[in-house]
């Protein structure tokens, strides 16, 4: 068996070898570009996103939290394009980063493959709706920031998802991403007994995993330009104390390879 980066990154089929395994579930390592894939033999594993999946994982817990923290993301690109008007969120789930971007006077599409939360979030007077990438790109619409949080692991082929997302950007327009840590201490000490990797967690719910240079080597091959990687101490133009302070305590997780997500801001070029 291969894996999609055999075919996008060159990497030699030699160095894939098992990683985590939880019955049926099991994940490969790439030890050439460092990804973690999903087993192509898994791939009949599935998760529905549908009402039961909302309610399960209390999606609607903390979400004042939840939107400020979507909120000081978009802030985060902004610093690099102030000029952010439009926004595109990829699997807007119940629409924190939507409620986040109407708050700043950003217009804003919302995209998600469950009826469910994009049914949700226009009963908030957000614009969502059930589409794939492809339809957007073909309907015509472009933007100033993609927005992909905890989304891009639920693609089998990333490398595709981000040619699309790089069609849908107009020019110096930036993809902000963020994604699960597959540095992340306790996952890799733990494999199938953590929740990346085990089918009571989410593992059946993703299909890739990322840390900072194997995201950065697929955001390159696919025409990216990373302008900010994790959280930056200073940031110019945005002094929120809260905003401050969750920066230092996402810089201080890094250190002890402690956080559970990574950040990456990037340009297209």
Known sequence: MTLKCTGYLGCDPATQEPYAEDGELRFMRCRSCGLIWRDPESMHLVREYDHAYFDSKNYLKNRDHK????????????????????????????GNTLEAARERGIAHLGTDVSPFATEFCRSRGLRAETLSLEEVYARGERFDLIFMQHVLEHFEDPFQTLDLCGKLLLPGGLLLIVVPNARYGR?????????????????MEHYV????????????KTGFEVVRRNYPLLLRGFYSVPFLLNRLFRRSLTLFHADQEIVVVARKI
């Open 187 to 203: 996952a890799e000490k733990g494999r199938q007994r953590h929740r990346f990797y085990s089918r009571q967690g989410v593992g």
């Open 209 to 220: 995993y990322f840390d900072y240079s194997s995201l950065t080597r697929v955001l390159r």
């Open 67 to 94: 939107i400020r923290k979507s909120g000081w993301l978009i802030d985060l690109a902004r610093a690099f394009h102030p000029g952010v008007n439009c926004l595109l969120e990829v699997g807007c789930s119940l």
